[in-house]
């Protein structure tokens, strides 16, 4: 029998997003899941032995009050932080035998972010800010303007590519956010408090934005906040407090907005 040769690609974003994809119905999974912060004599558990498996293109919402560890739990599912104890497994990737340049990799290709206050470069336009994620990723600069080009029109801000960010509202400079998170294509987004810093109707166009993109592109949410209006949308909601979890149930619904 003839042995097959793999096909070559000239696309050179596919060519960065065809990795070997995770099969398990788990894309995200902890055990014993510990983080302790020496403050000086004292000690905090900001989270305390989370054990946690969400399924492949699901929504999940982590609700808690500040200091409840949902953030810090957030930056060790994201490989942004190391645990003290216990495993974090990323598409079946133990990221404890990862070393430094892997774990680049997993925030780079792996994992998308979107965060409170936005995290945009000042100095770049909209267009410049989600095409830097592609830059560090060595796409080539034609194809990673026509993907920041793309996704900007996806989340509803074609015409704005070329503001920097204090010419965007805070709405819109949250769906550069977004668009940014994209961009290199990542099958999972976690999101800290992606409403925190918007209005009340800001806040919900921006909930219905991300479950859109939820819904249509197969991508899995992890999103922490203390918006209540995040349930509606959610397929599973998970209370936390003092770095644990105290209750888990259904979510569902959708976001209206006025």
């Known amino acids: 029998?003839?042995?097959?040769?793999?096909?070559?690609?000239?696309?050179?974003?596919?060519?960065?997003?065809?990795?070997?994809?995770?099969?398990?119905?788990?894309?995200?999974?902890?055990?014993?899941?510990?983080?302790?912060?020496?403050?000086?004599?004292?000690?905090?558990?900001?989270?305390?032995?989370?054990n946690l498996q969400v399924r492949r293109g699901e929504f999940l919402v982590i609700l808690g009050v500040?200091?409840?560890?949902?953030?810090?739990?957030?930056?060790?599912?994201?490989a942004l932080d190391q645990p003290t104890q216990g495993k974090v497994y990323v598409e079946g990737l133990d990221l404890s035998t990862l070393d430094h340049n892997k774990l680049a990799d997993v925030r780079l290709r792996r994992v998308g972010f979107v965060f409170q206050f936005f995290n945009l470069m000042p100095q770049l336009t909209a267009q410049g800010n989600v095409e830097l994620p592609l830059k560090f990723a060595e796409v080539p600069t034609a194809s990673a303007r026509g993907r920041a080009r793309e996704l900007l029109t996806r989340v509803g801000l074609g015409e704005r590519r070329e503001h920097i960010p204090s010419e965007l509202s805070g709405g819109e400079q949250q769906r550069v956010a977004i668009a940014r998170s994209l961009a290199n294509n990542p099958r999972i987004i976690l999101a800290d408090e992606p409403?925190?810093?918007?209005?009340?109707?800001?806040?919900?166009?921006?909930?219905?934005?991300?479950?859109?993109?939820?819904?249509?592109?197969?991508?899995?949410?992890?999103?922490?906040?203390?918006?209540?209006?995040?349930?509606?949308?959610?397929?599973?909601?998970?209370?936390?407090?003092?770095?644990?979890?105290?209750?888990?149930?259904?979510?569902?619904?959708?976001?209206?907005?006025?």
């Not at 500040?66 to 994201?78: A, D, V």
Request: some cysteine; charged content about 20%.
């Open 1 to 50: 029998m003839t042995e097959q040769k793999p096909v070559q690609t000239t696309d050179p974003l596919k060519a960065l997003y065809d990795y070997q994809s995770h099969t398990s119905d788990y894309i995200i999974e902890t055990t014993n899941l510990c983080k302790t912060y020496e403050m000086g004599p004292v000690q905090v558990h900001a989270v305390q032995g989370v």
């Open 195 to 258: 409403t925190g810093n918007l209005d009340t109707k800001t806040g919900a166009e921006i909930i219905h934005l991300l479950r859109e993109l939820n819904q249509t592109q197969g991508l899995t949410f992890v999103v922490v906040g203390h918006d209540q209006r995040l349930t509606t949308v959610a397929d599973r909601v998970i209370e936390m407090q003092d770095g644990a979890f105290v209750s888990e149930r259904k979510g569902g619904g959708e976001v209206t907005v006025q």
């Open 66 to 78: 500040s200091g409840s560890g949902k953030s810090t739990l957030l930056h060790l599912l994201g």
